[in-house]
């Protein structure tokens, strides 16, 4: 009787064993395959800012940017890139707006993909644009995609990295943090905070109150507040934290010529 216990647990881990290897070889795989994916993209960009394209028309009176144009035509659901230094954001940016959430589960060439790819809510007009384009990225536990967001948390390192650039298909593009929190999402609770709500500000109250929460809620005081005519935008990912928390970064476009000089950067 002994024997055929001392087998079936024998059996049984042997299986758990394989079971194991199997997802961990399976994740490994797919986490060199999206590295590779997305070095590959930004080596595309790269090449393009010195290799001439082919003007793609956007609208009657925008073109894309040369150095985006070729993955443009790869994926039409391309609406930009966005760059955090020191960290590994540094992605093209998606929007489907028939299908909202479509890039969670996908990535840039529209193949099934557990770490997505960052985009656009559905109703954030990027032609207009909305006063914030609310952006959603994963927090993976190889510290792509979104995760790095995490360092914000820490003053020190929102001192030398103010500054997060995102272009759209026909403007580049830096925007000066102005708040970075925590809250919880898509609950009933009063208390909790629905900035991904936020797309348009009806008049300049609205606009204000959203600021004014965002910095309430700001793990430290940035200095830096909004008024109603700028352009946000709101980056969003998981925060582990508490149940469907999340973690954000709202920040507010440079205007050129402004003070914010390149020595916020560093």
């Not at 890139?81 to 299908?99: G, K």
């Not at 959430?101 to 985009?119: A, E, I, T, W």
């Not at 993976?140 to 979104?146: A, E, Y």
Request: net charge negative; with cysteine.
């Amino acid at each position: 009787m002994k024997k055929k216990i001392c087998i079936a647990l024998i059996a049984a881990f042997s299986v758990l064993l394989i079971v194991s290897g199997y997802f961990i070889i399976s994740h490994y795989v797919e986490e060199r395959k999206q590295n590779e994916l997305f070095e590959n993209l930004i080596e595309q960009v790269e090449e393009s800012e010195t290799t001439p394209n082919e003007e793609v028309q956007l609208t009657p009176d925008k073109t894309v940017l040369p150095n985006y144009t070729d993955l443009f035509n790869q994926n039409r659901d391309m609406v930009g890139w966005i760059s955090v230094e020191d960290t590994h954001i540094n992605y093209p940016v998606m929007q489907s707006v028939n299908e909202p959430n479509f890039y969670l589960k996908h990535g840039f060439n529209k193949q099934y993909s557990r770490y997505g790819c960052p985009y656009v809510q559905e109703n954030c007009d990027m032609l207009a644009p909305s006063d914030n384009i609310i952006i959603y990225g994963h927090h993976m536990n190889d510290g792509t995609m979104f995760a790095e967001l995490e360092k914000f948390k820490k003053e020190s390192f929102w001192e030398s990295h103010k500054i997060i650039s995102f272009d759209t298909l026909t403007e580049q593009g830096k925007y000066e943090i102005v708040s970075v929190f925590k809250t919880v999402a898509y609950t009933d609770n009063k208390d909790d905070f629905p900035y991904y709500q936020f797309v348009n500000a009806k008049k300049p109250e609205d606009f204000k109150a959203y600021i004014d929460k965002c910095k309430a809620l700001s793990f430290y005081d940035t200095g830096v507040s909004a008024e109603y005519g700028d352009k946000l935008i709101t980056l969003s990912t998981c925060e582990y934290s508490r149940k469907n928390g999340r973690l954000v970064v709202v920040a507010k476009k440079v205007v050129k010529d402004t003070s914010v000089s390149d020595d916020s950067k560093s």
